[in-house]
């Protein structure tokens, strides 16, 4: 097995991280385990996390393996993949560490198509404050009002 290359990318309209593996032998690999995590390069923190298992690939093929959940917004940076994959209960195992970068336009253009948006509550907080300058120009207007009826008797 290869790892060809790693990439931030789009599956139906939902942002991952891909990590494209390569089948190289004319088998069929079954029981096909990955557990892969990103990092930011020279951390060991945990970014996303992906493990799956009971896969098959077929021989001499290449897949996307996706990472992550597709909910979250591409923040741009330099990461790094790790990722061990095994095959026939452990028989085979193949460890990859791969860095990668995510350039700025790629994840502004991968998050403004993508169907998982940050929401934005800037309008509520706008209408808030309206609905508050209201409320207090008619305390004002009525304090004022009874104060007037209050001097005229």
Do not use: C
Not at 28 to 57: C, F, P, Q, R, W
Not at 98 to 122: G, H
């Amino acid at each position: 097995m290869k790892l060809l290359q790693v990439k931030a990318q789009q599956i139906n309209y939902r942002n991952y991280v891909t990590a494209q593996l390569e089948n190289t032998e004319p088998v069929i690999m079954h029981g096909l385990k990955v557990k892969s995590y990103v990092t930011k390069v020279g951390s060991s923190k945990k970014l996303l996390t992906t493990d799956k298992e009971n896969m098959a690939m077929a021989p001499n093929s290449n897949f996307n393996f996706a990472l992550g959940d597709g909910k979250k917004p591409l923040q741009a940076g330099k990461y790094t993949l790790h990722l061990t994959a095994t095959s026939d209960k452990g028989k085979y195992k193949w460890n990859f560490t791969k860095n990668f970068t995510i350039s700025q336009d790629k994840a502004k253009s991968l998050n403004k198509t993508s169907v998982e948006k940050t929401k934005s509550y800037f309008w509520w907080f706008v209408g808030l404050g309206v609905l508050i300058v209201i409320l207090l120009g008619l305390v004002i207007w009525l304090l004022i009002k009874n104060r007037r009826q209050n001097n005229d008797q």
